[in-house]
């Protein structure tokens, strides 16, 4: 996958379905990406490099595309793959994931069982058992990669508006967020548009 020429929004598009694993020291987690938001830079309002800003926090997402930038918020970590060269602060937050591998200790990991294991950003990263110590390390170099031979493809991507951002004008409404539609592993399903996982993919 090209995380340096293409445009953020097309990786955020081509990120669904791709399967995801972290191996810690005991095993292998997995799982498809089911729900991405992505994140424009220096002139979106609710990203983290808006405006050009830089802090010690945010080095990670200044690095080369395919870098992975981690932040915490309120106690959990969420994982953004970095999207263009060098510089420039572009970004996909990985929000959900349909989990494969490691169910069991997923389920230990989270205290939770069914869809409510991975259905959130800071969810399946918990899941997953993935330290905060992963920011700034490169995706496949590292204990998390991403196979995108193995993956499954949606019959159907869904464009909204991204969770949780508040006040920031045209960038609150602007529709950068992108599900699988009707994955019940998809964060603030509503039943009634949940499907089997199974009928979500071609």
């Known amino acids: 996958m ?3 020429n293409k445009p953020t929004i097309e990786t955020a598009k081509s990120l669904l379905g791709v399967k995801i694993s972290y191996q810690d020291q005991t095993q292998t987690y997995s799982g498809y ?3 991405t938001e992505a994140y424009l830079g220096f002139k979106d309002k609710a990203a983290h490099g808006f405006g050009g800003k830089q802090t010690p926090k945010v080095t990670s997402l200044y690095q080369r595309g395919g870098t ?3 932040h915490v918020m309120h106690t959990h970590l969420l994982i953004n793959l970095v999207t263009r060269e060098e510089g420039i602060p572009e970004g996909v937050l990985i929000r959900a994931v349909e989990p494969e591998d490691g169910i069991e200790t997923m389920k230990i990991n989270r205290n939770k069982s069914g869809f409510e294991l991975t259905n959130g950003p800071g969810k399946w990263t918990k899941a997953f058992n993935i330290p905060r110590a992963i ?14 031979k193995n993956r499954k ?22 529709h950068l967020r992108y599900t699988v539609k ?21």
Do not use: H
């Open 153 to 174: 493809f949606p019959r159907e991507i869904e464009e909204s508006a991204r969770i949780g951002i508040p006040n920031k004008g045209e960038w609150t409404e602007k």
């Open 182 to 202: 009707g994955n019940p592993y998809v964060s603030r399903m509503r039943k009634s548009d949940c499907l089997l996982p199974e009928e979500t993919w071609k």
């Open 135 to 148: 920011d700034g390390s490169t995706i496949n170099q590292c204990r998390l990669s991403i196979d995108v």
């Open 68 to 70: 992975i930038y981690g």
């Open 33 to 35: 990406i089911v729900e």
């Open 2 to 4: 090209d995380f340096v």
